[in-house]
Nanobody, 110 residues
Framework: VQLQASGGGLVPPGDSLRLSCALSGVNLDYYAIAWFRQAPGKERDWVSCITSADATYYADSVKGRFTISRDNAKNTVYLQMNSLKSEDTAVYYC?????WGQGTEVTVSS
C-alpha cells in the first residue's frame, strides 16, 4: 500500500490550493482517508477525514474553508483548501489506517 500526497506550494494569504492523495495497492472504495498536518516545531494534528460512505469531518480550525472529497475511480482523495491563512502553513500528510503518505508542504505567506 502506498499513499502519494501532492499539490502543496507557496501561496499568499487568501489563496487556494488543492491537495491530492493517490492510493495504490488498495481499493479506496472500502477505506476512510484522513489528512493531518504538522507545522514547524509542532505536533501532527488531524485536519479532516472522509469515510467510505462519504461522511466528512473537519477540525474546527479549517471548517468552512477546507473540503475533503474522494474519487474512487481514480483512487484519489482531495483536500480543497480555500481562504488560506498563515497558520495553515504545514506539511500535510494523508493517512489510511497505519499507512502514511510522504507529505506535501504548504506555505502561506505574502
Amino acid at each position: 500500500v502506498q499513499l502519494q500526497a501532492s499539490g502543496g506550494g507557496l501561496v499568499p494569504p487568501g489563496d487556494s490550493l488543492r491537495l491530492s492523495c493517490a492510493l495504490s495497492g488498495v481499493n479506496l472504495d472500502y477505506y476512510a482517508i484522513a489528512w493531518f498536518r504538522q507545522a514547524p516545531g509542532k505536533e501532527r494534528d488531524w485536519v479532516s477525514c472522509i469515510t467510505s460512505a462519504d461522511a466528512t469531518y473537519y477540525a474546527d480550525s479549517v471548517k468552512g474553508r477546507f473540503t475533503i472529497s474522494r474519487d474512487n475511480a481514480k483512487n484519489t482523495v482531495y483536500l480543497q483548501m480555500n481562504s488560506l491563512k498563515s497558520e495553515d502553513t504545514a506539511v500535510y500528510y494523508c493517512n489510511m489506517a497505519t499507512y502514511w503518505g510522504q507529505g506535501t508542504e504548504v506555505t502561506v505567506s505574502s
